[in-house]
């Protein structure tokens, strides 16, 4: 980090984009542990903003739908951050093909902020940097923070699980309702999204969505996720998601805590695991793992022998 | 495990189909370490199979071409086995859409084995436990497994990592070749397969792969991952793919062993990680980290500071 964390966090608490790009940044390039006098300066001012998780798989419309809400959020009056983990999004690829049209029209807009993550190069750490880089905008003072993930890959439903709230977005005709099912993504959704309402076959896929429901076991609070249909390239739709989206977090306080806790519990946990891990490569010669790696390719001792030996 | 180890690993090794799904269904049951004693007992009877991973969006035919190469390995005199971890296949996920129907051929046949890998609950264990299952492939005598996974994940991408060869499908006409090629697959493929070869667009996808690898830094060994084009429905193309598989797998003696080094390696580290962390939670009072993700929802304490103080 070229700035010290604390003038840096001062900078970011006042809501200077620039400053808050950088946070970011820094959040993205540091090996763990690195971001965390940043983290720890901004901490105190977090736990405000509403994280709101959008998922799906490609070509579903998430985009589009995420630039809706945008504009119905800031109608509200409301400050409003994406953070695109999606790599098919043109929010966080799309500058390669020239595809960031939609977006501009915010472009001008000091309440809104857009940033894309990496999502090459961090295996397993994304859900710690997207979490990270949502406590930046947290402190920031806005309001809501969307965070656009690709619901197919177990590491994106991570990433949905560190939001208060998860909205799966489907369409019809692809299979991506039978899908979805499979891949375990009707356990981590709070609202459904049936998007291309104008589509043939939405009526199924609202059907078979809420079919898929019913067989689910009561989930917690009495919260059952509602089906919306929406139409993103029109808008139409989209102001009932954002009310279903204030209904849930307006519901019980206790609900909202348990699920606070439980991310808290899964990011120290990771953040230990990390920790313990660099101190047994420090307190090992550099070439033990190498070494280790050898044997087990000539099998001369296979893989867990191998890590009990280095632990030993 | 209902039977001891030893027994179970002899069976397996004699290639009886049962012992084998009890051998993976044990691995996959296990808590971490668990399957420590089956590995062990058959790792010295491994590293004789040819491991490869076939990856791609979701409706690329993958399932469709896995079932050709099969029939192409088998008309070879190979013994093959599939594991499939992708949740839209039907050979993972198919039985409950009675979508197994192109499996049954093989279904008399003892050369084949087909088996689904849990991919619910396992998050970040689905790398260890397919590794671990491919072991056991590798142990019973398959001569061939292929490892059927979905591309756009990073945990799929890490599952993919484990075999000696990638294959990546991509179909025309659906913007797969630039996500694909943003979600950082294009450094993964060994072999890229464009798919649905009669379809319109066939020829741009081809080339928009070729204009992409031409980008990229050149391949460990001088080797330019070659560009098939297949249909999988009829089989056209599937005898090449085999071939080239082939000719990948008889390159350089010394790449094959830097590759199955680094996936040792890697295996190594994840276990150790997993072997220290379950050390920690021992030694500290069962309510430690629960008492630590108070504080943090409380605010009192950031995640970093939370993790560093169990350590110390």
Redesign the interface.
């Known amino acids: 980090m070229a700035a010290p964390p604390d003038a840096l966090a001062e900078r970011v608490r006042a809501g200077d984009a620039r400053a808050i790009a950088r946070a970011i940044s820094a959040i993205e390039d540091a090996e763990h ?1 690195d ?2 006098a940043l ?2 300066a901004l ?2 001012q ?2 405000r903003a509403y994280l709101v998780g959008v998922t799906g ?3 579903g419309g998430k985009s589009t739908l995420v630039d809706q809400l945008i504009a119905t959020i800031r109608s509200a009056g409301l400050k409003v951050a994406v953070l695109a983990v999606d ?2 999004s043109p929010f ?2 799309g500058a ?2 020239g595809d960031r049209v939609r977006m501009n029209r915010h472009a001008a807009d000091a309440g809104v902020f857009v940033r894309s993550m990496a ?2 190069g ?3 750490g ?1 859900s710690r940097t997207t979490g990270d880089a949502a406590l930046v905008l947290d402190a920031a003072g806005f309001d809501v923070v969307l965070i656009e993930t ?1 619901g ?7 990433v949905a699980q560190t939001a208060d709230a998860t909205v799966v977005v489907m369409v019809p005709g ?2 991506d309702d ?2 979805a099912m ?3 993504i009707m ?1 981590i959704a709070d609202v459904f999204v049936a998007n291309k309402a104008d589509r043939e076959g939405i009526d199924r896929l609202v059907q078979s969505i809420e079919a898929a429901l019913s067989l689910q076991p009561p989930s917690d609070g009495g919260w059952t996720p509602p089906v919306l249909k929406t139409e993103a390239t029109t808008g139409q739709g989209v102001p009932e998601l954002w009310e279903t989206l204030c209904r849930f977090r307006d519901r019980s306080e206790a609900l909202r ?1 348990a699920r ?3 991310r ?2 899964a ?3 990771a ?7 660099a ?2 490569e420090q307190a090992l010669p550099p070439d033990a ?2 070494r ?3 044997d ?2 000539a ?1 001369k001792r ?7 030996d ?2 030993a």
């Open positions: 542990g971001g965390a983290v720890g901490f105190p977090t736990g798989v490609p070509g790599p098919t966080s690829g390669v093909l999502t090459r961090h295996l397993g994304l690709v197919v890959g177990q590491d994106e439903v991570e692809t299979g039978v899908q499979k891949a375990g356990e805590a606070r806790h439980a808290a519990l990011r120290i946990r953040l230990a695991g990390e920790l313990l891990f101190r047994l793992f190498a280790a790696a050898a087990v390719v099998r296979d893989p867990y022998r191998a890590a009990q280095l632990l």
